[in-house]
């Protein structure tokens, strides 16, 4: 009889740490899930915000203005204008062609289109 109250009590012992250990492993993930979500949620908030910050950097006037001031662009006007026919060659006008005038109607005859 005290063989097997010696083998039910090492059963028992066994059981009670391998509660203990998969407890302890419960709790371990538990928090381990929790900084996730709360990484996933810093995560969202900063792309949320890097978003709104994309969306204000791509305004066409802050775009027109950064050309303008870096890039010393222009903007484009009849009188710098050069137009190109289909083989390449510049086309001189006397007068700058109508603003809904494409590039290949200003080609001289003969060109390819």
């Known amino acids: 009889m005290t063989r097997l109250s010696l083998v039910l009590l090492l059963g028992v012992l066994a059981s009670a740490l391998y509660l ?20 996933s949620r810093r995560l969202e908030t900063e792309h949320q915000r890097l978003q709104v910050e994309k969306r204000a950097q791509a305004t066409p006037l802050r775009v027109e203005k950064l050309a303008r001031d ?4 222009r903007t484009a006007t009849p009188a710098i204008t050069q137009y190109v026919a289909g083989d390449g060659t510049p086309v001189v006008t006397a007068a700058a062609p109508m603003a809904g005038a494409s590039v290949s109607a200003a080609a001289p005859r003969g060109a390819r289109r």
């Not at 709790?27 to 899930?33: G, N």
């Not at 870096?70 to 662009?73: A, E, F, H």
Request: charged fraction near 35%; charge should be neutral; avoid cysteine.
């Open 20 to 39: 203990v250990h998969t407890q302890y492993e419960s709790r371990r993930l538990f928090t381990e899930l929790d900084r996730a979500i709360a990484e």
């Open 70 to 73: 870096r890039l010393q662009m």
